[in-house]
């Protein structure tokens, strides 16, 4: 009998490992999690969604696209993050169309990816440092690169309203990682605006938008089309905040530019 019972021992704990090394998941995406240490957090566990191609092939590197989402989805449960952008990305024709890793880490409650309020009409100073939210999807996107089969050349930032600030300031702190920016409904400080011109950008706003104004869109894309940046920008007449809707539903419209992009062209 003993000899039984140590024969099926190995079996038992190869069992144990599968198990506890298996993916969590939320339908179609999976649930990551990062062990992150900075400010108030020491080695705080945050979790995020990744949403893979429905197909991988051996040796084939994908686009990654990071997404920021808006102040309704922060806290600290994957499921809030799902509305949006990532809801349409999982459906199985955007899937097809545009295969890569969808990457979404979570803001937690009563924090911002950014230091000033979205509902100023003015900007504020891009101060030394970001906000320790914005440096856990940092610190995401660093994760991603490094265990994702990633082409680094189609790396793609975008945003929608608290997180359209977001992207707009993370490209600025770091614009030698992405190929393009797609911020929408969002703002930046325009003082920096020239660290951008060199990432092809295209953003929009709705012009009844009284959650974010639009003139902070408006004074971004000036500033860096004055610093020699290029801009594609759309006012959507007579919408309100919601404007990520048109934004980024048209099948040929800011997804499938975001995919023509290469860091590569512009280097």
């Given at each position: 009998?003993?000899?039984?019972?140590?024969?099926?021992?190995?079996?038992?704990?190869?069992?144990?490992?599968?198990?506890?090394?298996?993916?969590?998941?939320?339908?179609?995406?999976?649930?990551?999690?990062?062990?992150?240490?900075?400010?108030?957090?020491?080695?705080?566990?945050?979790?995020?969604?990744?949403?893979?191609?429905?197909?991988?092939?051996?040796?084939?590197?994908?686009?990654?696209?990071?997404?920021?989402?808006?102040?309704?989805?922060?806290?600290?449960?994957?499921?809030?993050?799902?509305?949006?952008?990532?809801?349409?990305?999982?459906?199985?024709?955007?899937?097809?169309?545009?295969?890569?890793?969808?990457?979404?880490?979570?803001?937690?409650?009563?924090?911002?990816?950014?230091?000033?309020?979205?509902?100023?009409?003015?900007?504020?100073?891009?101060?030394?440092?970001?906000?320790?939210?914005?440096?856990?999807?940092?610190?995401?996107?660093?994760?991603s690169l490094?265990?994702?089969?990633?082409?680094?050349?189609?790396?793609?930032?975008?945003?929608?309203?608290?997180?359209?600030?977001?992207?707009?300031?993370?490209?600025?702190?770091?614009?030698?990682?992405?190929?393009?920016?797609?911020?929408?409904?969002?703002?930046?400080?325009?003082?920096?605006?020239?660290?951008?011109?060199?990432?092809?950008?295209?953003?929009?706003?709705?012009?009844?938008?009284?959650?974010?104004?639009?003139?902070?869109?408006?004074?971004?894309?000036?500033?860096?089309?004055?610093?020699?940046?290029?801009?594609?920008?759309?006012?959507?007449?007579?919408?309100g905040h919601?404007?990520?809707?048109?934004?980024?539903?048209?099948?040929?419209?800011?997804?499938?530019?975001?995919?023509?992009?290469?860091?590569?062209?512009?280097d």
């Amino acid at each position: 009998m003993r000899s039984v019972i140590l024969l099926l021992l190995p079996a038992v704990l190869n069992l144990t490992a599968q198990t506890s090394s298996a993916t969590e998941r939320l339908g179609e995406f999976e649930i990551r999690s990062l062990q992150f240490t900075a400010g108030e957090y020491n080695n705080e566990t945050f979790r995020y969604l990744v949403l893979p191609p429905s197909k991988t092939e051996a040796g084939k590197q994908y686009p990654l696209v990071l997404f920021l989402h808006g102040a309704g989805e922060r806290g600290n449960d994957p499921q809030k993050l799902l509305p949006h952008f990532p809801t349409q990305m999982a459906k199985p024709e955007w899937r097809d169309r545009f295969p890569c890793f969808l990457v979404v880490p979570q803001c937690r409650d009563g924090r911002m990816w950014m230091h000033a309020p979205w509902s100023d009409q003015e900007s504020s100073p891009l101060p030394a440092e970001p906000t320790e939210q914005l440096q856990m999807a940092k610190a995401v996107l660093d994760k991603s690169l490094e265990e994702l089969p990633i082409d680094c050349d189609r790396v793609y930032l975008t945003g929608l309203s608290m997180g359209g600030f977001g992207a707009w300031e993370l490209a600025m702190r770091y614009p030698e990682l992405f190929a393009a920016l797609a911020p929408v409904c969002g703002g930046g400080d325009e003082a920096q605006a020239a660290r951008l011109k060199n990432i092809p950008i295209r953003t929009g706003h709705g012009t009844a938008d009284t959650v974010v104004w639009p003139i902070r869109t408006q004074r971004m894309v000036d500033a860096v089309r004055k610093a020699g940046g290029s801009v594609q920008y759309t006012e959507y007449e007579g919408v309100g905040h919601n404007s990520w809707t048109p934004f980024y539903s048209e099948q040929d419209g800011v997804v499938a530019w975001m995919f023509q992009q290469k860091r590569s062209n512009r280097d």
